[in-house]
């Protein structure tokens, strides 16, 4: 990372922290349909992020575009309800930026939310995943060119991108919570078109649970940086060739409304076990 891009970073971290106090205890980034959860924190201070230095406009149906910071379960959150991607043409140091916001911030922990589509048969629509390893193939990397040691190391080790501590906490947090959680390997795309039945099948042979847009790029650039993370993903659609019907956004948003309650449920229940 250049100085100039570090400079951005810290210009963006400034305005944010001006506006929205101390570190937060956790962040967490939501996905399509899932930014419900922003709206129940108590004491919010609310940053839409067109009103902060150098941060991306989501312009995806389901992701809000703005920076709530408040409390629940007894811990101060920053939630950041939508995020951009690849597909919308941004290059990777701009689709991380608000996580390396996050972490210049001081913030500890990250905890990474999205929609996906379930390559695993086992899971049904609507399931909650906990990512326990993911397959970045979307033909780039956050940490390309030059790297700034002030940032992380220029070659950090990822044995344990999401972390077996947080993993640990939403398995403790949803039997106590009575919701059903399911383990698997997230697998990251380009998109932004659908993939191939054949795609799929490939996938599935890659060991891949789950697929997505998003989320793999973000992981990277928090555990660069230091950055505890803990990855869920709500199966919201079966992948292509799954189910013998055509995939379509509307479906996405649909089953993230239904999962709403489960789904908050869990990340209260992660969050006050911090």
């Given at each position: ?82 995020r951009v991607h690849v597909y919308e043409g941004h290059p990777m140091a ?116 789950a697929v997505g847009m998003s989320t793999a790029p973000e992981a990277i ?54």
């Amino acid at each position: 990372m250049s100085g100039s891009e570090l400079e951005r970073l810290d210009e963006a971290a400034a305005a944010v922290r001006a506006r929205c106090g101390p570190p937060p205890d956790v962040a967490i980034v939501l996905g399509s349909g899932l930014g419900d959860f922003a709206d129940g924190l108590a004491d919010a201070v609310v940053a839409p992020y067109d009103t902060l230095p150098h941060w991306p406009r989501s312009r995806v149906v389901g992701h809000a575009g703005r920076l709530v910071v408040g409390s629940v379960a007894g811990k101060r959150v920053a939630a950041l309800s939508g995020r951009v991607h690849v597909y919308e043409g941004h290059p990777m140091a701009t689709v991380v930026l608000a996580v390396r916001v996050m972490a210049r911030l001081g913030v500890p922990r990250l905890i990474l939310t999205n929609a996906a589509g379930g390559i695993n048969t086992d899971f049904g629509q609507g399931a909650l995943m906990v990512i326990d390893d993911h397959i970045n193939l979307m033909a780039g990397n956050p940490l390309i060119g030059p790297n700034d040691e002030r940032m992380g190391p220029r070659f950090p080790d990822m044995s344990e991108v999401y972390s077996r501590r947080l993993r640990a906490l939403a398995d403790d947090a949803a039997r106590v919570a009575g919701i059903a959680v399911r383990h698997g390997v997230y697998v990251a795309v380009h998109g932004p078109s659908y993939e191939t039945p054949a795609e799929i099948r490939a996938f599935r042979a890659l060991g891949a649970d789950a697929v997505g847009m998003s989320t793999a790029p973000e992981a990277i650039a928090a555990r660069h940086m230091g950055v505890e993370v803990l990855g869920i993903s709500c199966i919201t659609n079966m992948a292509a060739g799954v189910l013998d019907q055509p995939l379509v956004h509307d479906e996405v948003m649909e089953t993230a409304r239904r999962v709403r309650g489960s789904f908050i449920a869990l990340l209260e229940g992660v969050i006050g076990r911090l």
